[in-house]
T-cell receptor, first 113, second 113 residues
Framework: GAGVSQTPSNKVTEKGKYVELRCDPI?????LYWYRQSLGQGPEFLIY????????DSGLPNDRFFAVRPEGSVSTLKIQRTERGDSAVYLC???????????FGQGTRLTVV | SQQGEEDPQALSIQEGENATMNCSYK?????LQWYRQNSGRGLVHLIL?????REKHSGRLRVTLDTSKKSSSLLITASRAADTASYFC?????????????FGKGTLLTVNP
């Protein structure tokens, strides 16, 4: 596609529920990143994929968070047993290769009530 | 953790004036990128400047980089109301983990018509 696409754009869920957030990167981009942005802050790194593998998941806050990219294109960020503190905008980005310009999607605003 | 710090936190100017935003960072970098964000959603990539570059232009944007001071500035000339947004700098560290962007908290620019 023309840009990075994220769905849904908004997600409201109840505390304790499971959610999946989807990212469709720019076609041909090998690198994919997830970031999380809380209100009034800059985005913070969660996880980086090079191809199908998670090369660095050091930013995931705890084991309730997991992400996959099974075919090296679309990625899904999965959050189990959601908590109110998980409320944030989750941003996905892709780049042609590591260390080149990263292009971001519009984000998914997750609200846990 | 946030490596970059933008300054000022908020800037309000009149249409037609120039806007200058600054960014400071802590570690050695490969690249520094500037992004714009409207209404807390997707980040729009503005410009990337490499550590061996000192200045770069793109349309009404001018970015400078001083690696000795670990700082960068973004100048927007002849500002327009549509430039109203938050602006973030993002750095990637030289050496390991250089795919990981570290953002500051951003500068909120308001351009008054």
């Amino acid at each position: 596609g023309a840009g990075v696409s994220q769905t849904p754009s908004n997600k409201v869920t109840e505390k304790g529920k499971y959610v999946e957030l989807r990212c469709d990167p720019i076609s041909g981009h090998t690198a994919l990143y997830w970031y999380r942005q809380s209100l009034g802050q800059g985005p913070e790194f969660l996880i980086y994929f090079q191809g199908t593998g998670a090369a660095d998941d050091s930013g995931l806050p705890n084991d309730r968070f997991f992400a996959v990219r099974p075919e090296g294109s679309v990625s899904t960020l999965k959050i189990q047993r959601t908590e109110r503190g998980d409320s944030a905008v989750y941003l996905c980005a892709s780049s042609l290769y590591q260390n080149t310009e990263a292009f971001f999607g519009q984000g998914t605003r997750l609200t846990v009530v | 953790s946030q490596q970059g710090e933008e300054d000022p936190q908020a800037l309000s100017i009149q249409e037609g004036e120039n806007a200058t935003m600054n960014c400071s960072y802590k570690t050695s970098i490969n690249n520094l990128q500037w992004y714009r964000q409207n209404s807390g959603r997707g980040l729009v990539h503005l410009i990337l400047i490499r550590s061996n570059e000192r200045e770069k232009h793109s349309g009404r944007l001018r970015v400078t980089l001083d690696t000795s001071k670990k700082s960068s500035s973004l100048l927007i000339t002849a500002s327009r109301a549509a430039d109203t947004a938050s602006y973030f700098c993002a750095t990637d560290r030289s050496g390991g983990s250089n795919y990981k962007l570290t953002f500051g908290k951003g500068t909120l620019l308001t351009v008054n018509p």
